[in-house]
């Protein structure tokens, strides 16, 4: 009867900890008003609103720049304030500010960074709470102004191809964008093939699709806003281009 009692004592503790942290990592209390952020290079700096969506807590909000590896960088983009208190359902903003060796950036390609957003919760007067400091990260591009004005209609995503060896296959992206895939499946808004994990393709670059297909793939990019479209390839022999009429149709 003692162990049971004790044992009762230490497992009540323990589900409460599980429950209370379960309920802490399905909504981050501040985000960012978007997905994804094009810094251009004739911008000084862009804006970016901090909202807090907790109907009674203020927030602090601590934000970041980190480079393509995940190091936190102050150059050559920082984020000014990095620290901020927004008050319950009350929005915040902060600028993210090219510095003066953003200037080394490659001129001829896109580079990629993330910003960072980490919500500290206030500290609780309720004895035995765990409280946890959710962090949103996005990607954010910073695109020189030697590449073209981007076209709606004829995204760069379309020039991207697929070779073809077997069952795999290899995609290639021959622009000077960034191209960001988030699924791929044997047709249109399909379920991911087995093994997939998004790929985040720097310009000019190529990568295996690592997952065996029998048929053409259909993948999906994300665009500047956030939008997850497709792309419908047709093939001749190995070599497979996307079909932008029926990538168009959605």
Same mark, same amino acid.
């Given at each position: 009867?003692?162990?049971?009692?004790?044992?009762?004592?230490?497992?009540?503790?323990?589900?409460?900890?599980?429950?209370?942290?379960?309920?802490?990592?399905?909504?981050?209390?501040?985000?960012?008003?978007?997905?994804?952020?094009?810094?251009?290079? +004739?911008?000084?700096?862009?804006?970016?609103?901090?909202? *807090?969506?907790?109907?009674?807590?203020?927030?602090?909000?601590?934000?970041?720049?980190?480079?393509?590896?995940?190091?936190?960088?102050?150059?050559?983009?920082?984020?000014?304030?990095?620290?901020?208190?927004?008050?319950?359902?009350?929005?915040?903003?902060?600028?993210?500010?090219?510095?003066?060796?953003?200037?080394?950036?490659?001129?001829?390609?896109? +580079?990629?960074?993330?910003?960072?957003?980490?919500?500290?919760?206030?500290?609780?007067?309720?004895?035995?709470?765990?409280?946890?400091?959710?962090?949103?990260?996005?990607?954010?591009?910073?695109?020189?102004?030697?590449?073209?004005?981007?076209?709606?209609?004829?995204?760069?995503?379309?020039?991207?191809?697929?070779?073809?060896?077997?069952?795999?296959?290899?995609?290639?992206?021959?622009?000077?964008?960034?191209?960001?895939?988030?699924?791929? +499946?044997?047709?249109? *808004?399909?379920?991911?093939?087995?093994?997939?994990?998004?790929?985040?393709?720097?310009?000019?670059?190529?990568?295996?699709? *690592?997952?065996?297909?029998?048929?053409?793939?259909?993948?999906?990019?994300? *665009?500047?806003?956030?939008?997850?479209?497709?792309?419908?390839?047709?093939?001749?022999?190995? +070599?497979?281009?996307?079909?932008?009429?029926?990538?168009?149709?959605?």
């Amino acid at each position: 009867m003692y162990t049971q009692t004790n044992t009762a004592k230490m497992v009540a503790p323990a589900l409460a900890l599980l429950v209370t942290a379960a309920s802490f990592t399905t909504h981050a209390s501040v985000t960012p008003d978007r997905t994804r952020l094009i810094f251009k290079e +004739s911008d000084k700096s862009i804006s970016v609103t901090l909202r *807090n969506n907790d109907p009674k807590l203020p927030y602090l909000a601590q934000s970041w720049i980190e480079d393509e590896k995940g190091n936190k960088i102050s150059s050559p983009l920082t984020v000014l304030p990095p620290v901020q208190r927004i008050d319950a359902m009350m929005n915040g903003q902060v600028k993210v500010q090219g510095m003066p060796d953003i200037s080394k950036l490659p001129a001829d390609r896109e +580079s990629m960074f993330y910003f960072n957003v980490r919500e500290i919760p206030p500290k609780s007067n309720k004895p035995n709470t765990l409280q946890i400091a959710l962090q949103t990260r996005i990607k954010l591009f910073w695109r020189p102004k030697a590449l073209a004005e981007i076209n709606m209609r004829e995204p760069w995503q379309h020039k991207v191809t697929l070779t073809r060896n077997g069952q795999t296959f290899t995609v290639n992206n021959p622009t000077p964008y960034y191209v960001i895939l988030s699924n791929a +499946s044997t047709q249109k *808004n399909g379920n991911p093939a087995a093994g997939f994990t998004p790929l985040v393709m720097p310009p000019k670059t190529s990568a295996p699709l *690592n997952v065996k297909m029998d048929s053409v793939p259909v993948l999906t990019y994300v *665009n500047d806003y956030g939008a997850r479209l497709s792309l419908i390839f047709k093939c001749n022999g190995n +070599s497979c281009q996307v079909d932008a009429e029926q990538s168009r149709k959605g």
